[in-house]
């Protein structure tokens, strides 16, 4: 599964470098997590609007293929919602944060369950727990649906519950859609994504008693930070610099569900350390 992700994003970088040479334009290549993509296409198409001498494509593939890509010099501007401390990023890039997703929990409605504690969590993800019969739901079989390795919200979860081993009945999806998808597909299925998007057909569940609450959001535990890279030279190009800043600053984020950036998260740009 690794070397399918790898590959696919290896495609689209060369598919997206090869749209963006075909026009006449100067052009930026932004790759990586596709949890804020339709926040980033949606505002780059408002800049761009007012700025028509830089084309700036976005595509997905996931923060870890973002960060290779940028470190490879196949991208221009790395998204990754990946703990800091998962990629060794180098003091040349700059960090610009763009703000934060909880991290929700979803099961089929079919569980009968509302309300899981850390520890049934950490069984449920283990596979200790087989049956939502033992959580005190329906007599059905457990499916646990992942993010591949490199996803930002599967570093998040896995680091909230002690990084257990994954039980035998795991699906793996690449994406947030995907894993609605299949959790609403699957009787039994529990997983997790970014954002306040949910569709129809799969049920939030709260943790220790408490759930995700916009008004009370600094009691949820799991949070995702997103942030944009560059290289710092890119940062002395008016355009880039202009084009990041919206980014992190444009008032439409909250309309896409990313709260504002931690207090500990701060931007880092050409002259910090």
């Known amino acids: 599964m690794i070397w399918l992700r790898k590959t696919l994003g290896l495609w689209l970088i060369l598919l997206t470098a090869a749209w963006a040479a075909s026009s006449g334009s100067r052009h930026l290549l932004m790759m990586g997590?596709?949890?804020?993509?339709?926040?980033?296409?949606?505002?780059?198409?408002?800049?761009?609007?007012?700025h028509p001498e830089?084309?700036?494509?976005?595509?997905?593939?996931?923060?870890?293929?973002?960060?290779?890509?940028?470190q490879h010099g196949h991208a221009d501007i790395a998204v990754s919602d990946l703990p800091e401390d998962a990629w060794p990023v180098p003091p040349t890039w700059a960090r610009i944060p763009l703000g934060r997703l909880p991290v929700l929990l979803v099961v089929h409605p079919g569980t009968?369950?509302?309300?899981?504690?850390?520890?049934a969590l950490q069984a449920l993800f283990s596979g200790k727990v087989r049956s939502w019969a033992e959580l005190g739901g329906k007599s059905i079989p457990v499916t646990v649906v992942v993010r591949p390795q490199g996803s930002g919200a599967r570093a998040v979860v896995e680091r909230y519950l002690g990084r257990p081993q994954l039980g035998p009945n795991v699906i793996t999806q690449l994406s947030n859609g995907a894993v609605l998808a299949a959790v609403a597909e699957t009787p039994g299925?529990?997983?997790?994504?970014?954002g306040l998007r949910l569709i129809p057909g799969v049920t939030p569940v709260g943790i220790d008693g408490r759930g995700f609450s916009p008004m009370q959001a600094s009691q949820?535990?799991?949070?995702?930070?997103?942030?944009?890279?560059?290289?710092?030279?890119r940062l002395e190009d008016p355009a880039v610099l202009a084009l990041v800043t919206w980014l992190a600053q444009d008032p439409e984020r909250t309309r896409y569900g990313l709260f504002p950036p931690s207090a500990a998260d701060p931007a880092l740009f050409a002259h910090a350390g």
């Open 33 to 50: 997590a596709t949890s804020v993509l339709p926040y980033l296409k949606a505002s780059v198409g408002r800049w761009t609007a007012g």
């Open 54 to 70: 830089l084309t700036v494509a976005v595509s997905g593939g996931g923060s870890w293929a973002g960060l290779s890509a940028l």
């Open 112 to 119: 009968g369950v509302a309300n899981l504690s850390r520890h």
């Open 189 to 194: 299925a529990i997983g997790y994504v970014e």
């Open 220 to 233: 949820w535990p799991l949070w995702a930070e997103s942030r944009l890279y560059v290289p710092r030279r």
